[in-house]
């Protein structure tokens, strides 16, 4: 796929993309011809205005007709919604907590459902997000759809100092950037990014940086490192002080991460729900993302002071909760829907859930069966 121009200049007439392109231009420029792709990918996801994540809300939907360039699990079925907040309800009895705290919200499907099936059992639900568009589709969903309990939601685009009650994040984790490493068969580079001719290209420099696990690489593989996820889940266990957390995210324990069979690693972009390996073209248009290291993510909350409750796939964690029951007198709609969620060829299998707690850890009902924290 053929790169972005790039341009230095910003005229009045530049188009997002081009403008997105001269401000990530500038940024290598400042940083001397050579900018870690962790910081490209910041730029190109959330620039201020400009970015993918930034200035737009079109990215959720079902079908690539809506304009959208991925499907979520609340968007696929309300009833993901609903056997989550089993969950949730259970962790805020454990802790005596009546706040949820949504990180990443997205279209606001998952906050509406959430909502619903929680009802008075919770004070307040917070959303953290950093873009102001999709801030303003969930406020707008959350009004028109669940005017009973609006009043309870409020926005957020940082953490307070302290948080006492249940947190969720759904495919937040994967929208974090990530750094890049690449072996020769000698050597470990960094992989950033240059402008070479007008274009954005890939630029390797030698590092100290390693994979937490040594898998025997051979020549040629990429892989990345999810500095900031883990930071973000460092940060979360600084602040919660009472409560529990769960994140939905496709994703692998570390040594299925870190294969020497996985060369090229899980970077991905989305676009039209379509997928892509070139995250330097049509920057700004299109998503990028990694997979998760649930290894990385359990260590960084256990180190930082929390307990990890569960490990499981998707598909286990909502059955546990009841999803199954949900299906019993549902239309075939319905059923081919949740099914989604399930099955192992879609989300059932690749995305998974880890939970925590801060403070005293609980039997939560998500992992009551096929827990596989002994694979992290």
């Not at 609340?74 to 309800?89: H, T």
């Not at 669940?146 to 953490?159: E, G, N, T």
């Not at 072996?183 to 937490?212: C, I, K, N, Y």
């Not at 059955?319 to 989300?347: F, P, S, V, W, Y």
Request: glycine content about 12%; some cysteine; hydrophobic content about 45%.
């Amino acid at each position: 796929m053929e790169a972005s121009p790039v341009s230095v200049a910003s005229p009045p007439s530049q188009s997002p993309r081009e403008a997105l392109s001269a401000r990530i231009a500038d940024a290598i420029g400042q940083a001397g011809g050579w900018l870690g792709f962790e910081r490209y990918m910041e730029l190109a996801l959330y620039a201020p205005g400009l970015g993918y994540y930034a200035r737009g809300d079109r990215q959720f939907g079902l079908m690539p007709g809506s304009g959208s360039d991925f499907v979520t699990a609340p968007e696929l079925s309300p009833l993901f919604g609903r056997a989550l907040a089993r969950q949730l309800g259970q962790a805020l009895e454990a802790t005596g907590t009546r706040e949820v705290w949504e990180f990443g919200a997205g279209s606001g499907a998952l906050a509406v459902q959430l909502l619903e099936a929680l009802g008075d059992r919770i004070d307040r639900y917070v959303i953290v997000d950093l873009s102001g568009a999709l801030r303003a589709r969930q406020q707008a969903v959350v009004a028109e759809r669940v005017p009973r309990h609006a009043a309870k939601a409020m926005w957020l685009d940082r953490l307070p100092a302290h948080i006492d009650g249940v947190l969720v994040g759904n495919e937040v984790l994967d929208a974090m950037p990530v750094a890049l490493l690449h072996f020769d068969g000698v050597q470990w580079f960094e992989r950033g990014v240059s402008v070479d001719g007008g274009r954005f290209v890939f630029a390797d420099r030698p590092t100290a940086l390693r994979p937490p696990v040594d898998a025997g690489c051979v020549p040629g593989t990429t892989t990345e490192l999810q500095r900031q996820g883990e930071a973000f889940i460092r940060t979360l266990a600084a602040t919660l002080r009472r409560g529990a957390a769960f994140f939905i995210d496709y994703g692998f324990p570390e040594a299925e991460f870190h294969h020497p069979q996985r060369l090229g690693g899980t970077l991905m972009c989305h676009r039209a729900h379509r997928a892509d390996a070139d995250p330097l073209s049509d920057v700004g248009e299109k998503d990028i993302t990694a997979h998760v290291n649930f290894t990385g993510i359990a260590l960084a909350g256990q180190e930082a002071g929390l307990a990890v409750l569960g490990y499981a796939t998707q598909a286990r964690f909502l059955m546990n909760c009841g999803l199954l029951a949900d299906l019993q007198d549902a239309d075939l709609r319905t059923i081919a829907a949740a099914q989604k969620l399930l099955t192992e060829h879609e989300m059932g299998e690749l995305f998974k859930v880890i939970g925590f707690a801060a403070g005293e850890p609980f039997d939560a009902l998500g992992f009551a069966e096929g827990d596989r924290s002994h694979t992290l």
